[in-house]
């Protein structure tokens, strides 16, 4: 299967659930409490994140994707803090506010990184149902998929109302269910238990085999349309009627907090899905961007350019020959990353040890290298008749099979000033024995605040020379 990022930003979702307030404590221990043998943690810093169906709406946003979140709160200082930072990334937010309930939090203190209490604030919240169903009802026609985040607190109380007044639009409604009863989710279009929760439904399974037997019996029962099992270490399994089954092994490079997980997931199919890929497609991609999450602390957020580098990871497309258009995509999400991008240019007609040498030098200078090529027409410009001796096609293929070069890139132009306008590399590198002023590009790259160098060339180097020694012969 091969893997591509959807345009997220035309995708809308919706998402009904649960929301909470994950707050952090975080502070150094150095000593055990003369109260009981309890470690003593000095709180320097308090953190509050989006959690619950909040998070899966924050994940959703930092995708690129509009999302609107409806879900139920008290009338308090959590429920600010939600807002607050939900409306601060663009999350649409909808809260069926109650003044005699408290926002649910969940408080963790973390001291180097390690989870040392949780504490649970929480009440089930009597929730006005009808209201919130018309609530939904009024904002489906703004929106191309329904996710259901249920948490069992209380904000979801009419399933059904909510998934056939989707289906009756045409709109497809993702659940990511809690509990002993499955029922409740009847006639959605996908929901994502992980494994002990589909195996309290449909009891153990010994292997993949019967895994996949009452995954299907489970979505015949129920008139589900799809079913994906998610099984930590050992990935997902995506089931649909008449399809064979889907395993996919889990992507996870570090595993350092499952936190949010399962939100992740959730939330990246449902965007996906919005911005119109098939469901292996997008399963495919909450795969990767599960790996990515469970390598981070807490419930957290994973980025377009997060994923599109895992993306290309999987692709075997990370580096090589770029258009202009993946370049600039390629540069933006490196920059996202804190890479610093250096850029050369040249002509590269016959590849030396010069070259090598000065491209590996060059690459030093920074976090990733741009190597922009001449295209065919301007070099016989530049040196006469005769030249190129290589066709771009070539001598980019060549170029990107350097260890030390990251992305080639060509242009028609005399010179690269145009590519520099638009790429604004951290630093342009020449080699030669020129000063900086004579750098070609140098006062664009400067004027920005860019850094210019030029390196020294190996000497008795040179495609020229090469060329006149073999026309010689």
């Known amino acids: 299967m ?14 009904v659930g649960d929301v909470m307030l994950d707050r952090y404590w975080h502070g150094a221990t150095s000593r055990i409490s003369p109260e009981a043998p309890v470690p003593v943690v000095k709180v320097e810093q308090i953190e509050d994140r989006p959690g619950g169906a909040a998070n899966v709406a924050l994940n959703i946003a930092a995708l690129g994707a509009p999302v609107v979140l409806v879900g139920v709160t008290g009338q308090d200082e ?8 939900l409306e601060a990334i663009g999350v649409k937010t909808h809260f069926q506010r109650i003044e005699s309930q408290p926002t649910i939090v969940k408080l963790r203190v973390m001291s180097r990184h390690h989870q040392l209490l949780r504490m649970d ?8 149902a009808d209201a919130l169903a018309r609530q939904v009802e009024q904002l489906l026609d703004q929106v191309k998929v329904l996710v259901l985040s249920d948490y069992g607190k209380g ?7 909510l998934i056939q007044a989707a289906r009756a639009r045409g709109i497809p409604v993702l659940a990511d269910p809690k509990g002993k009863d499955f029922s409740i989710y009847r006639g959605a279009s996908l929901i994502t238990p992980n494994l ?36 930590g270490e050992h990935g997902m399994t995506l089931l649909r009627p008449d399809h064979a089954p889907l395993h996919l092994p889990a992507r996870a490079r570090e595993v350092f907090d499952v936190t949010g997980a399962g939100d992740t997931v959730i939330s990246t199919l449902a965007a996906a899905i919005a911005a119109g890929e098939d469901l292996p497609q997008a399963v495919a991609l909450a795969n990767l961007a599960a790996g990515i999450v469970v390598g981070k602390l807490g419930t957290a957020a994973i980025s377009t350019p997060e994923l599109r580098r895992a993306v290309q ?35 590269f007609d016959i590849l030396h040890a010069g070259h090598v040498s000065y491209l590996e030098q060059a690459r030093a200078q920074g976090d990733r290298l741009v190597v922009a090529i001449n295209d065919d027409a301007s070099v016989s410009r530049l040196k006469g008749p005769g030249r190129p001796i290589n066709a771009v096609d070539r001598r980019m293929a060549v170029l990107a099979g350097l260890g030390a070069v990251d992305w080639v890139v060509s242009f028609s132009e005399d010179t690269p000033e145009r590519l520099l ?53």
């Open 2 to 15: 091969k893997l591509s990022m959807p345009r997220f930003d035309q995708a809308p979702v919706l998402v």
């Open 78 to 85: 959590a429920a600010k803090s939600l807002y607050e930072s």
């Open 155 to 161: 904000a979801l109380q009419n399933h059904q109302a």
């Open 313 to 347: 990871r999987e692709e075997g497309s990370e580096r090589g020959v770029l258009s202009l258009e993946q370049l600039l995509q390629a540069t933006e999400d490196a920059r996202a990353h804190g890479e610093k991008i250096v850029f050369t240019n040249g002509c």
């Open 196 to 231: 002990s929760e589909f195996e309290l439904i449909v009891g153990h399974c010994e292997d993949e085999a019967e895994l996949v037997n009452r995954g299907a019996s489970l979505m015949r029962e129920l008139d589900l349309g799809a079913l994906l099992v998610t099984r």
């Open 121 to 128: 604030f929480e009440e089930a919240f009597h929730t006005d």
């Open 421 to 473: 306008k638009q790429v604004q590399p951290d630093v342009l590198v020449k080699g030669g024995d020129y000063g900086v002023n004579q750098v070609v590009g140098a006062d664009i790259v400067l004027a920005y605040g860019g850094d210019v160098r030029v390196l020294g060339l190996v000497e008795n180097s040179s495609t020229t020379a090469i060329v006149e020694k073999i026309r010689s012969r």
